[in-house]
């Protein structure tokens, strides 16, 4: 089973060189510390930023540079600022080839529920919503089950949609799968984890394989 840096981990082998990359609120934000050295990669935040690098350590942190969830972040060689007109042009524009976020919820026809618990503060739908309906790459990072132990992979999503039939990938604690006409395709296991203990945390359609490798880390 994977921790959320695992999950970040995983998600990080799916970069591509040359990717330009929006990284969402959560586990998401973690991916940018595992990408491949030997790749080029710029990842864009709706804020305003593009070419954003690893967290800062400890005590290197500048309060003025901040992705779209106010971490604090680092900035690679020639990253730029810009405002959030321009940013949302190039998500809009779909000049994005990789959006990656958190979900409360996925269906298994690819709806995506991540701004909003009815009931419950939130800070807004932020840029998911542009993301979700410009996007044609969109892995979800997510854990499998809620903390009451529940499926947060569902036959139909029970929260407030954020985009309809828009992911394509889901990277969890337990499992990699793909979105396809016949439900969540179960492609990789988490190490340890069995193909009974996935079908068991997963409401949604379930496509098992003959062979489902264990997740190279």
Same mark, same amino acid.
């Given at each position: 089973?994977?921790?959320?840096?695992?999950?970040? +981990?995983?998600?990080? $082998?799916? @970069? $591509?060189?040359?990717?330009?990359? %929006?990284?969402?609120?959560?586990?998401?934000?973690?991916?940018? =510390?595992?990408? $491949?050295?030997?790749?080029?990669?710029?990842?864009?935040?709706? %804020?305003? @930023?593009?070419?954003?690098?690893?967290? #800062?350590?400890?005590?290197?942190?500048?309060?003025?540079?901040? =992705?779209?969830?106010?971490?604090?972040?680092?900035?690679?060689?020639?990253? /730029?600022?810009?405002? /959030?007109?321009?940013?949302?042009?190039?998500?809009?524009?779909?000049?994005?080839?990789?959006?990656?976020?958190?979900?409360?919820? @996925?269906?298994? %026809?690819?709806?995506?529920? =991540?701004? +909003?618990?009815?009931?419950?503060?939130?800070?807004?739908?932020?840029?998911?919503?542009?993301?979700?309906? /410009?996007?044609? %790459?969109?892995?979800?990072?997510?854990?499998?089950?809620?903390?009451?132990?529940?499926?947060?992979?569902?036959? /139909?999503?029970?929260?407030?949609?954020?985009?309809?039939?828009?992911?394509?990938?889901?990277?969890? =604690?337990?499992?990699?799968?793909? @979105?396809?006409?016949?439900?969540?395709?179960?492609?990789? $296991?988490? #190490?340890?984890?069995?193909?009974?203990?996935?079908?068991?945390?997963?409401?949604?359609?379930?496509?098992?394989?003959?062979?489902? #490798?264990?997740?190279?880390?």
């Amino acid at each position: 089973m994977l921790d959320k840096n695992g999950i970040a +981990k995983r998600i990080a $082998r799916e @970069v $591509r060189d040359g990717y330009y990359v %929006n990284l969402g609120i959560g586990i998401p934000t973690l991916v940018a =510390n595992f990408v $491949r050295d030997d790749i080029q990669v710029e990842f864009q935040s709706e %804020n305003g @930023v593009l070419g954003m690098g690893p967290f #800062p350590f400890e005590g290197e942190e500048d309060a003025d540079i901040i =992705n779209a969830g106010k971490q604090t972040i680092t900035t690679l060689p020639g990253a /730029s600022f810009f405002d /959030s007109a321009l940013s949302f042009a190039m998500i809009r524009g779909q000049h994005v080839d990789l959006t990656i976020l958190g979900a409360m919820e @996925v269906a298994d %026809n690819g709806d995506i529920a =991540n701004w +909003k618990i009815p009931g419950k503060m939130v800070k807004g739908m932020g840029g998911a919503m542009d993301l979700v309906a /410009s996007a044609d %790459n969109i892995i979800v990072a997510m854990m499998h089950t809620n903390k009451a132990g529940k499926s947060k992979l569902l036959k /139909s999503c029970t929260l407030p949609l954020t985009g309809v039939q828009c992911v394509r990938k889901i990277v969890t =604690n337990l499992a990699v799968m793909e @979105v396809t006409k016949d439900g969540f395709l179960l492609l990789e $296991r988490a #190490p340890g984890v069995s193909v009974d203990q996935i079908r068991e945390a997963t409401e949604g359609r379930l496509v098992i394989p003959d062979e489902v #490798p264990e997740m190279p880390i």
